[in-house]
């Protein structure tokens, strides 16, 4: 972990002061992995596309190629001479994330049907089981929609970390692990959070792959 944390903080030095909990944060979602758990992410606007930036580097390969074990390759093989050899080969093992952002239909139902606040409380009741992890990204720390899905994750036994801007908004209170990193502006809060999780998602990915 130390050599990816050096290179984030030799490029983004003021974000040193975050190391003990960016190095939390990976170690989180390690054991939740190593538990058979797995990782929820939202946001909005920017952040909502984070969401989503988050799950594609830890459901396929980000650093590494992390290709399929030998024996789920020969089982795959074996099934199909002609559909097998290519998914065999090519396909990466993942590490379970799912960007509560991306379901439009299912968002829309939520908000049409039940409350727009509680579009991703709602998937935490669905997706979470105890021990998993929500990640909830927000520049304020007072997206209620966030709020609202981290107190749903604590009383079902979830972990939660919070990306945010310098204060951490009312999240600061409710959150197992917040990341706060030095802004207030919504775009220069962004602007930080991505190399933040692409540290966290190096180092969760070395936990597990060598190649």
Request: net charge positive.
């Given at each position: 972990m130390s050599h990816i944390l050096n290179q984030l903080f030799g490029r983004y030095n003021k974000l040193r002061f975050l190391e003990p909990e960016i190095?939390?944060?990976?170690e989180m979602i390690i054991n939740c992995y190593?538990?058979?758990g797995k990782l929820l992410i939202c946001g909005n606007g920017g952040s909502s596309s984070d969401s989503g930036h988050?799950?594609?580097?830890?459901?396929k390969g980000?650093?590494?190629k992390r290709p399929l074990d030998a024996a789920l390759q020969e089982k795959i093989k074996s099934l199909s001479r002609e559909y097998?050899?290519?998914?065999?080969?090519?396909?990466q093992q993942g590490l379970p994330s799912i960007s509560l952002s991306a379901h439009t239909d299912l968002l829309t139902a939520i908000l049409n049907d039940i409350h727009g606040d509680l579009i991703y409380a709602q998937q935490v009741t669905g997706y979470g089981k105890e021990g998993d992890?929500?990640?909830g990204l927000s520049s304020s720390g007072n997206s209620k929609d966030i709020l609202?899905?981290?107190?749903?994750?604590k009383a079902m036994g979830l972990k939660t970390i919070g990306l945010t801007g310098a204060s951490g908004g009312k999240m600061k209170t409710q959150l197992d692990i917040l990341i706060n990193v030095p802004e207030t502006a919504t775009d220069l809060v962004q602007e930080y959070h991505l190399p933040v999780y692409h540290a966290i998602c190096e180092m969760v990915e070395e936990a597990f792959f060598s190649i």
């Open positions: 190095k939390k944060a990976a190593k538990s058979g988050i799950a594609g580097e830890l459901m980000f650093k590494k097998g050899e290519m998914p065999a080969k090519m396909l992890i929500l990640m609202y899905a981290v107190i749903v994750a």
